[in-house]
């Protein structure tokens, strides 16, 4: 008969805290980027006639906020593992 297998242990808080920080770093780094992106193809938008035929300014908005929700993503994930005590 063989011995039961060891339960999962769960991930230590140094290993949590490190990935929430990774997290919470990626998601203002791209946040930031995204923003940049949007101010860009909006400036275009601005500038150019018929802006929403114009692939340049439609696409530079569409991936800055594409960037930004998924920056927002990882802001959320991070900080709630950052908060999220393990259970005892």
Not at 2 to 25: F, W
Not at 35 to 53: C, K, R
Not at 70 to 85: D, P, S
């Amino acid at each position: 008969m063989s011995a039961p297998a060891p339960a999962p242990r769960p991930a230590s808080s140094g290993t949590r805290s490190a990935l929430a920080a990774v997290l919470i770093s990626l998601g203002i780094l791209l946040g930031c980027c995204g923003l940049g992106v949007v101010g860009y193809g909006g400036l275009g938008a601005i500038m150019v006639d018929q802006a929403s035929e114009d692939p340049w300014v439609v696409w530079s908005l569409v991936l800055g906020i594409a960037a930004c929700v998924i920056a927002l993503a990882a802001l959320v994930i991070g900080i709630v593992l950052l908060l999220r005590r393990p259970r005892a």
